[in-house]
């Protein structure tokens, strides 16, 4: 595709739906230069030490090259096209009532049962009432704040947390990390951050819904979770609901903590625009999260039901320092029309007795193409290490493609892994008994879906795995018969 | 095209194998050679001067090295006396009664035993087949084949001789054809290139000893191999692989296997030996109902690297493979094993199965693995799996309590986890011997601990 073919490409992106990308004067040129980032960072207020640090990764970015290792194909992108800050859209820019939002959006939304004034919210339409959840956030904010728990935007902990977000930021995914985490270090807008003390367990489940202001975090998304010693945080990112966004490419980083005796739980479902049914449009979506259980007996938990984006490239990993510490990796991740997912985990074992779980469901169906692509290393002083992982994957229809790409490094003989895949498809038999006695071909798919998710799913909080279940089943509609 | 290789001759760089020295292997060929296979000759060097050796940034090379191969000059392989060599060949052969005999790479009929061939099975080297029949010699040495790399594209630019192999249509070929290539002791390290091309014809069977060997441990030479085999229709391939290469040697082999419609190609790769040995095994199941079934032990200690690579190309429907590859790994050897399947879009009904086991036996030596599936086909059955770990306590306790003590209780249980592929070879001489020197290894690595 030729660059001005491109840019039209994201042009209409932007423009879709009769939605006026008018910006305001707030925003800054297309393009990305060192004058773009000094630009958003003045715009964000920061101190010296961050604009230099976003200074560095922008001067390590242009000495990188773009990643092609991964099974996932798409146009090359315009790094120049893209404009890289934009203030918060003000409301004439916005949809006027649901009337004038796509009708299929709206069908989806319906099936899924959401409240007609999140269905607001998230079509992106302008609510000029105090919503409801915003009494509701503030209401969490106080109990959160009593406990000695910061839950915040990243630009707010940046002005009023500086010494905790300049200690952690970069600790587990510096600036030099990979291509797309680079540019989100030099180009990142805003994100959540949240720190949970000593020996606070956190009351509720934390969830970007519940932060004011949350709903414009921009493409380049920066997230940094800290749990302190034997602290407890469970944090939820994303919702079923689909996520319209006029940005196509979404390059986020998520960095966990977890100090000794802590344990962070990371949920995500993700459920952003994949494109049409020949895989016009669609979010491309190249996320670096990494978690590091930098203390003893620390637990960090990655769950996630990835059914969005036209691209999804994300590996959700833990770094096992601490002696005894675990990692878990638990995913979800459907294919349908022409989405390419190519998602997996790493996991380090570098303390003693350090034990990771790896489970892993993909689901191709129609042109999809769906790839798991994992990493167990165990290094020479991680003794007692133990690792299982299980990677099944799930064909629907002779034109899609499922594929595994496990990756075993051991160093250290009194380690035990073991890795199992296997890919198969859902088979007649199965359909027929339950056309047998009276469910639909599609609902039997729904279920037959659901039965082989289970074990992912189980680890989401519970009203989320309900909806997740739902979101399964109306993705894969019309994939049968 | 002299000059055109004459052009190359700056590009090489380092002990690479420059222009120069390449120009004089052609000027020497000549004669020998065919304009065609000169021809062949050329662009494969092409291929190779502009590549050069794979780095470790090579996704097919992330975990092993060949550093140490680029960097060391080898000259061309020593024509020792073949009389001298009668001690080695029982040594390190399988023992089988017709037998090829290569030494360092070149067909040596005196020490071959070809007189009782039976009936549709012709063996002949690259002379020989030249001179009989050129045309059919072209077509089995140059088929088109997937997976030229840059070690493949020197064998093809260097060999000196091959070993071209066929058999008749429904031959059943019944006593194991054994090709020994015997690597002898040379002051200065050398290359060798040993090639073999086989067809068999619509229902034929045969079972190839394909034994690779040096002399001494303090050998250093670079054992270039490839063997290319066509299965037609029906037909039945049972290769066993055996490489007990010099501890200080080089091996890197390519075996490209295609199997038409209803074929069966069965392998055993037994990895004893070199200082780092890459065996890559490229399987076309080309058409309905062709199988494979592919099993390997490597079992490799001191700083041995053993790697195996292979690729399982489901090309077609109904296709099946079975593949289990198992690793024994002590003192600082590194194990490598790169197992990739692929379903192509269309192979419908394909059953595909893998599995690696690894046993690490000391605190320095290491286990990468990489099963890998590919699948573009909905209505097949495809699972792999892998293992990385040390043996069972509970299993050392229980032979302990019957009085064993525990150094001999290891040996014994590694002794069975490797045994268990050899136990797969038909022919009993070889096997057994085999067994014999898996009991030794395991043995010795107890040796070397204490």
Redesign the interface.
């Given at each position: 595709m030729t660059s001005a073919r491109e840019i039209e490409h994201f042009a209409q992106a932007e423009y879709k739906y009769g939605w006026t990308a008018d910006l305001e004067a707030d925003s800054a040129p297309c393009g990305l230069s060192e004058d773009t980032i000094r630009f958003i960072s003045r715009k964000k207020d920061e101190p010296a030490w961050l604009l230099e640090w976003r200074l560095r990764a922008f001067r390590h970015w242009l000495t990188m090259k773009e990643p092609t290792?991964a099974k996932v194909h798409y146009p090359k992108i315009d790094y120049q096209a893209i404009s890289y800050y934009s203030a918060p859209r003000s409301a004439a820019g916005k949809p006027k009532s649901l009337d004038q939002v796509d009708p299929k959006l709206l069908e989806e939304y319906a099936k899924l049962g959401i409240p007609l004034r999140e269905q607001e919210q998230l079509a992106g339409v302008a609510v000029d009432a105090v919503m409801d959840s915003v009494s509701v956030a503030t209401t969490f904010k106080q109990k959160l704040s009593d406990l000695g728990i910061i839950f915040c935007s990243f630009s707010e902990a940046v002005r009023e947390h500086p010494d905790l977000v300049r200690k952690y930021l970069g600790s587990v995914v510096p600036y030099t990390d990979n291509f797309f985490a680079t540019l989100n270090c030099a180009v990142f807008s805003d994100g959540s951050f949240v720190y949970v003390p000593k020996g606070v367990r956190c009351p509720m489940e934390l969830s970007t819904y519940f932060r004011i202001n949350a709903s414009n975090t921009g493409q380049f998304e920066r997230t940094l979770i800290i749990a302190d010693a034997g602290a407890y945080v469970s944090y939820l990112e994303g919702c079923t609901a689909p996520m319209r966004d006029e940005n196509q490419l979404h390059a986020a980083v998520v960095e966990l903590v977890a100090h000794d005796d802590a344990r962070v739980k990371y949920s995500t479902v993700q459920n952003w625009y994949p494109g049409d049914e020949n895989g016009k449009g669609g979010i491309y979506n190249f996320v670096t999260k990494r978690g590091k259980c930098a203390g003893v007996n620390s637990h960090i938990s990655w769950t996630q039901v990835e059914t969005g984006s036209a691209i999804t490239w994300k590996y959700p990993s833990c770094i096992l320092l601490g002696d005894n510490s675990v990692g878990e990796f638990y995913s979800v991740a459907l294919t349908n029309h022409r989405m390419q997912a190519d998602t997996g985990t790493k996991m380090i074992h570098v303390g003693k007795n350090t034990r990771s779980t790896i489970v892993s469901k993909g689901i191709s169906a129609g042109h999809g193409q769906n790839s798991y692509r994992g990493l167990v290393r165990?290094t020479?002083n991680a003794d007692g290490a133990r690792n299982y992982s299980q990677c099944d994957?799930l064909?629907?229809?002779?034109?899609?493609?499922?594929?595994?790409?496990?990756?075993?490094?051991?160093?250290?003989?009194?380690?035990?892994?073991?890795?199992?895949?296997?890919?198969?498809?859902i088979g007649e038999d199965q359909i027929y008994y339950c056309q047998q006695r009276g469910i639909s071909a599609e609902d039997a798919v729904s279920m037959i879906v659901n039965g082989f998710c289970r074990e992912v799913l189980a680890e989401l909080p519970m009203e989320f795995a309900v909806e997740a279940q739902k979101l399964l089943g109306l993705k894969l509609e019309g994939s049968v018969g | 095209m002299i000059a055109r290789t004459e052009a190359l001759a700056g590009a090489a760089q380092g002990a690479e194998p420059g222009g120069k020295a390449f120009s004089a292997f052609l000027a020497a060929r000549r004669g020998q050679d065919p304009d065609w296979l000169a021809e062949a000759r050329a662009d494969a060097f092409a291929r190779f001067s502009e590549r050069g050796y794979p780095s470790r940034r090579d996704?097919d090379w992330k975990?092993t090295s060949v550093e140490a191969i680029a960097a060391t000059e080898f000259a061309a392989a020593p024509r020792p006396n073949p009389a001298a060599l009668s001690p080695w060949l029982e040594l390190r052969g399988a023992g089988a009664p017709l037998r090829v005999v290569l030494v360092n790479g070149r067909f040596e009929r005196a020490l071959s035993s070809l007189e009782a061939l039976p009936a549709g099975l012709t063996v002949s080297s690259l002379k020989e087949a030249l001179a009989a029949d050129a045309e059919g010699a072209r077509t089995l040495l140059l088929a088109s084949r997937p997976a030229e790399d840059a070690f493949t594209a020197l064998n093809t630019a260097f060999c000196e001789d091959a070993v071209l192999i066929r058999a008749a249509p429904g031959a059943a070929v019944g006593p194991p054809l054994e090709v020994l290539n015997l690597a002898t002791t040379a002051r200065a390290p050398f290359a060798l290139r040993p090639r073999v091309a086989l067809a068999l014809g619509p229902g034929a069977r045969l079972t190839l000893l394909d034994c690779h060997a040096g002399c001494r441990d303090d050998d250093v030479y670079f054992s270039n191999a490839l063997l290319d085999a066509d299965l037609g229709p029906g037909a039945l391939l049972e290769h066993v692989r055996v490489e007990e290469e010099a501890r200080s040697a080089f091996h890197v082999s390519a075996c490209r296997v295609s199997a038409a419609a209803g074929a069966a190609y069965e392998s055993t790769f037994i990895t004893l030996g070199g200082r780092l040995a890459r065996n890559s095994l490229h399987v076309v199941l080309a058409r309905e109902e062709a199988r494979c079934d592919l099993r390997g032990l490597y079992c490799v200690a001191g700083e041995q690297h053993a790697d195996h690579h292979t690729f399982i190309d489901h090309a077609a429907p109904k296709t099946t493979s079975r593949e289990r590859y198992k690793g024994v790994l002590d003192g600082q050897a590194q194990g490598v094993f790169c197992g990739r399947i692929l379903v192509r879009?269309?192979a419908?009904k394909t059953s595909a199965e893998q599995s690696n086991d690894?046993l690490?036996?000391?605190?320095?030596?290491?286990?990468?693995?990489?099963?890998?599936?590919?699948?573009?086909?909905?209505?097949?059955?495809?699972?792999?799996?892998?293992?990385?770990?040390?043996l069972d306590e509970e299993m050392l306790y229980y032979i302990r309590s019957r009085g064993i003590d525990r150094e001999a209780a290891r040996g014994l249980l590694t002794y069975a986890f490797g045994n268990e592929v050899i136990g797969q070879i038909g022919f009993a001489p070889l096997r057994e011997r085999l067994s014999r020197r898996l009991l030794e290894a395991t043995g010795a690595a107890r040796g070397q601990k204490e």
């Open positions: 290792w165990i020479r994957s064909l629907i229809g002779d034109q899609c493609g499922a594929h595994t790409f496990p990756y075993i490094e051991n160093q250290n003989p009194t380690a035990r892994i073991e890795h199992e895949a296997s890919t198969s498809k | 996704e975990y879009p269309g419908q690894n690490l036996l000391a605190r320095e030596a290491a286990a990468h693995s990489t099963p890998q599936l590919e699948i573009y086909a909905d209505d097949v059955q495809c699972r792999h799996g892998s293992t990385v770990g040390q």
